[in-house]
């Protein structure tokens, strides 16, 4: 582990939220160390930028530092690198990189105007749309929207159905998820849906009790009679689970571990792929780009 405060500064004529989305990415890389991220936004003229350097030197002077800048003007960034050589400091050039690649295949000039709105794309209001109609459907609180769905997610409670809805929706895909609880018939609508918009999440028992164990202190400690947080019957919940999903004859995901992105990338491939076995298509969003082999 590396010792000392470790600091990234983010310098933008705008908010800064692309570069510090980049920031977060990239420290999640190094688990062992801690980072502090620090925004600099608006940074379109030189009188800030030139307090914002200042402000990067004292910090250099008591920490470990690195620089990460979106500045759509060329003179700005010149002053940033120039800063960051004088001072020592590891920098990366996130807008500058970007447009002299558009430059070059072009043939125009960057405009440089900061803070340029960057517009509303084709996939906005189809994102929105999905996403509104996976909150609506969470629980499987609608079961005759079930037909009108791309995606299905069942599984037992606290498996990440949830999340995961509002996740492909944000993705355009319009995603119900229906919860199996033992002793419970799921809604007759779901053995009518297309068995290759189904997909079946899985947990593991010790980590599914950890999250319901939370959940219950968090209810004041409801939910420990029934055996919602009870290890022995999590593992019985999740056998009757798991005949249900046999039963639909579900793919199975097993969320355990598995960050949101990947399961979700997991979960298109497969309704993808046993889409086109039975001569169907699993609908694109608007805006969506394949990325083939």
Not at 62 to 68: G, S
Not at 92 to 120: F, N, Q, Y
Not at 130 to 159: H, K, Q, V, W, Y
Not at 160 to 175: D, N, R, V
Request: glycine residues 8%; contains cysteine; charged residues 25%.
């Amino acid at each position: 582990m590396t010792d000392g405060q470790l600091e990234i500064h983010v310098l933008a004529d705008s908010t800064g939220e692309t570069a510090v989305r980049l920031a977060r990415a990239a420290r999640a890389q190094f688990p062992g160390a801690q980072f502090e991220i620090i925004r600099h936004p608006r940074l379109g003229r030189t009188d800030a930028m030139v307090r914002a350097l200042n402000t990067l030197k004292e910090r250099a002077e008591q920490c470990r530092i690195a620089v990460f800048f979106t500045l759509v003007n060329a003179e700005l960034r010149s002053l940033v690198v120039n800063a960051c050589r004088d001072l020592g400091l590891p920098y990366t050039d996130l807008m500058g990189d970007a447009l002299d690649a558009l430059e070059k295949i072009s043939g125009h000039t960057a405009d440089e105007v900061p803070m340029r709105p960057v517009g509303v794309e084709a996939d906005y209001f189809v994102r929105i749309s999905a996403m509104e109609f996976a909150i609506r459907n969470d629980d499987g609180a609608m079961p005759t929207a079930l037909r009108e769905c791309d995606i299905c997610l069942i599984g037992a409670s606290r498996s990440g159905k949830t999340p995961l809805s509002i996740y492909l929706g944000y993705l355009g895909y319009k995603t119900v998820n229906v919860p199996l609880v033992p002793g419970i018939q799921p809604p007759e609508e779901l053995f009518g849906l297309d068995r290759w918009r189904i997909v079946g999440l899985t947990i593991d028992a010790e980590r599914l009790l950890q999250i319901r164990s939370r959940r219950v202190q968090g209810m004041g400690g409801f939910g420990t009679r029934d055996g919602y947080a009870d290890l022995v019957k999590i593992y019985d919940e999740l056998d009757e689970v798991g005949a249900i999903q046999r039963r639909l004859g579900a793919p199975i995901v097993d969320t355990t571990g598995l960050a949101l992105e990947e399961a979700a990338a997991r979960i298109i491939d497969l309704v993808d792929e046993r889409a086109k076995k039975v001569g169907a298509r699993l609908r694109r969003p608007a805006g969506h780009l394949r990325i083939t082999p």
